[in-house]
């Protein structure tokens, strides 16, 4: 054992683009011993893809390695020639990638995808098979990834795949060469929250079985305690911090790290904050929606029997996975779409002349027009509600002034903002016309955690301030716990459980409550431990079987 | 969630018919309210009001529009488009002559273009700002801009100057004494009568008028495929094959290739519209005998039954053509098969 399966020392990338050069990758040195588990985390642009990019020699055309070394088993690979440095690609080490949708042509089966990986990687390796060999190494391969049909899934399109099983697939491709290392980038992070809980245990256990050594590069450090031995920790192209797991997640040595432990929300533990309920009466009820989609054999219950109250000055949370129905119970409820059956009451009483709810979506990137300045995404709502001259840019500037942000940022473009600014500018955009309630949908869900949440901070802030009330959906449990006074959780289509949040948690009556809350990566073991007891049987029941 | 497909294939032919209907409707009405007595011009200047109309009445021109549509309509169905004013045949017989030549010339061009047009935009994508994607974009861009006139008059000239045997009007050579067959397709007639001559021939005369009509269609579906295969290779998909060395060769030929032609097709169908209008003019230029230059006369001499068969052929023409394309679309992409089935 004199040299480690991986060994990048001194390691600096160059990007350039238009003209400019920047470096995104500075001094980076870190091993990975042969059946190791290694996480590499930090936030958005902190350079952790681009370092697992560079091990497999997958750069963009415009990146340079500038300096250091890259070893596998001792040897630099950045001086072999690029045909040898293809042969690694599947025998050393094999990359699991991040979204399992866009990773597979859809205009080809899933089975073609597999078949030319393992051809050409036969072909390199000097070795000769046939067809149907290949066929039958791959199906033995999806055996082992839990796919217990592999027929059917060869012979699938990606778009027939329910995304833990192309999850799967995409961790068979990975494994058909027996690596030496796997890397993992943010397995799971697409999926809901049980499915990514699945997709973690099958990389754990084939990475004990098979006596791989992993790379797992993620933002999430509740995956990097179930996942990983040492840790990584990167900021802006820097390494601040490697060490044991335990140790980085319990005893932080840099600040930044603390900090980043700090932005995560606790799901139990003395650091869990509770919103207090409302007493104050209905402002928006529902009763007995029902709503469905298309026509004939073709129809589709999306929601079922939901009946909700929201109080003024509450935050309820109605939380569930990709396809319970929630985003459309929440848009029943603002009148933007209308139920099969069952009725919608308003009690609240609207500003006058001013829709009573305004709506913040979950991808600020792609929620603002980039060709428009914040100024005038902010005066439509403004000029709508006849406010012109002086009186808007006064408003302009309140408005700004309520989400922290300099009245400069006014002439600014969404693409020269932050995503957290961006946030921020929606929110000001939803408050522009004076609404009673928002809907927040996944307000943070695009964000990096120490962005969620000085985000969530504002929006307590703005609670308070303006006597707003919210109505969030999402699918993150935990900063739910910390951020809703009152919590459903949907499932199928209908509400399965419901009630003030800290008796949800406490206390959860309905078995799918129970999974959900257990499949949520926390980041200490003295949270695990507290997490309701589930039965194998009935996670499975609720694993979301969705095909498309 | 499966549904029949038989289903969905008469939907989509319900829907043909319809726009059939509709465009019959309106090419009869406007053929009937523009200025002009098709009568009139039937019989000359030297006819008596008398004769006039005395043929009004024969033609049906007298009663009331629905009427005439009705009736038009009627004996449409039964193969019988009227008599062509014009020629004094059947409409019908006319088509049949003219029609395939048409065929041949458009179906021609659309090879052309794609033999073209999809290796070009391959290649100035893959060789993004070399100096072959500019050669690439400078051919799109005549192609695009230069009228399709220009070129076949250019042609000629360039045949008639350099290669002076080269035949620039007509559809063969009549020294040849070939008659026509049964498909009227004079390539493949020719070879199912085994007359390798008359075929050489055909294929001569058709290279300049099929090349003239691709021009513009060339310029277009290599800027599509371009800008397809640019997009689709910034996809992860590429990505998760080259981080397991599938070939790059592979990766463009096979995965990226297919992927992107959905886009040139898509544009193809419309194409169809402007490759149809084209022909008119190419047809002109080459004396090519079609039935986009029966249409011309028919619309200069404003013979009703000749007009109204053309413009319905040509919608038949675009119809067909869209519904090859999204046939083979589905064919390419198994999400729109099941946007289909559903």
Known sequence: ?548 | MQQNPFLAILTRLGTFVLVMIVLSIMIFVLARVVPGDPARMALGPTATPEQVSALRTEMGLDLPLPVQYLSYMGRALHGDLGMSLLSQRPVTADLAQTVPATVELVLAAVIIMFAIAIPLGVMTAHFRDLWIDHVGRLVSLVGVTIPSFLFAISLQLIAARYFGDWPIIGRMDHGLGFTGGPTGLMLVDSLLAGRLDVFLSALQHLALPAIALSMAGIGQITRITRSAMLENRRKDHVLTLQSFGVPERVIIFRYLLKLSSIAPLTIMGLEFASLIGNAFVIEMVFSWGGFASYGLNAILQKDLNAVTAVVLVSGLFFIVANLIVDILISIIDPRMRRKEAR
């Open chain 1, 1 to 548: 054992m004199s040299d480690p399966l991986l060994k990048v020392e001194g390691l600096d990338v160059l990007f350039t683009a238009y003209g400019q050069t920047r470096q995104v990758l500075r001094d980076i040195s870190f091993t990975v011993g042969a059946g190791e588990r290694v996480a590499l985390i930090g936030e958005t642009g902190s350079g952790k893809s681009v370092t697992a990019k560079a091990i497999l020699g997958t750069l963009p055309r415009n990146a340079t390695v500038s300096a250091g070394r890259i070893e596998v088993e001792g040897r630099n690979v950045l001086d072999l020639p690029r045909s040898a440095r293809d042969a690694l690609k599947g025998q050393a080490f094999s990359l699991i990638m991040q979204d399992p949708l866009s990773s597979f042509n859809p205009v080809f089966k899933i089975g073609s995808h597999l078949d030319d990986v393992l051809r050409y990687a036969d072909r390199r390796a000097g070795v000769r098979a046939s067809t149907s060999e290949r066929r039958a190494r791959i199906a033995a391969v999806l055996r082992r990834v839990q796919l217990a049909d592999p027929e059917r899934v060869m012979n699938a399109y990606p778009s027939e795949l329910s995304g833990g099983m192309r999850q799967r697939v995409l961790i068979g491709l990975a494994l058909l060469h027996q690596p030496k290392l796997l890397i993992a980038d943010e397995p799971g992070t697409a999926l809901d929250v049980t499915t990514q809980d699945e997709i973690l245990n099958l990389i754990n256990t084939l990475v004990a079985e098979e006596g791989m050594a992993l790379l797992m590069i993620t933002h999430n450090l509740g995956v990097v305690r179930k996942v990983a031995d040492r840790v990584v920790v990167m900021r802006h192209g820097d390494i601040v911090e490697t060490g044991p797991c335990t140790q980085i997640l319990h005893a932080p040595a840099h600040d930044y790290t603390k900090g980043l432990l700090d932005a995560v929300p606790p799901l139990y533990g003395a650091r869990v904050q509770t919103q207090e309920l409302s007493e104050k009466p209905a402002i928006v009820s529902a009763n007995a929606l029902y709503k469905e989609f298309g026509r004939g054999a073709r129809r589709f219950q999306a929601v079922r029997d939901v009946t909700v109250t929201l109080r003024e000055g509450e935050i309820f949370g109605l939380a569930g996975e990709s396809g319970s129905g929630k985003t459309t119970v929440a848009r029943m409820m603002m009148g933007l779409a209308r139920p099969t059956t069952g009725t919608v009451t308003v009690e609240g009483t609207p500003n006058p002349g001013r829709p009573l709810a305004q709506i913040v979506y979950q991808n600020p990137g792609t929620s603002l027009n980039p060709k428009r300045t914040v100024k005038q995404s902010l005066s439509l709502p403004l000029k709508r509600a006849g406010l012109a001259g002086a009186a808007r840019d006064a408003r302009l500037a309140e408005l700004m002034g309520l989400v922290r942000l300099p009245v400069s940022y006014l002439a600014k473009y969404p693409h020269e903002l932050s995503g957290g600014q961006k946030q921020r500018v929606a929110i000001a955009r939803a408050l522009a016309a004076d609404p009673k309630v928002l809907i927040l949908d996944e307000p943070t869900a695009a964000l990096d955690v120490s962005v969620q949440k000085t985000v969530i901070e504002l929006l307590l802030q703005l609670r308070a301030e303006l006597g707003l009330t919210y109505f969030m959906i999402s699918h993150d449990l935990s900063l739910m716990r910390n951020f809703c006074s009152r919590l459903a959780i949907m499932l199928r289509g209908e509400i399965v459980e419901e009630g003030p949040t800290p008796q949800v948690f406490a206390a959860p009556q309905h078995p799918y409550t129970r999974a959900l809350i257990a499949a949520i990566p926390v980041v200490t073991d003295a949270e695990e431990r507290l997490k309701p007891a589930v039965t194998p049987e009935e996670r499975q029941a609720f694993l979301v079987t969705t095909t498309d």
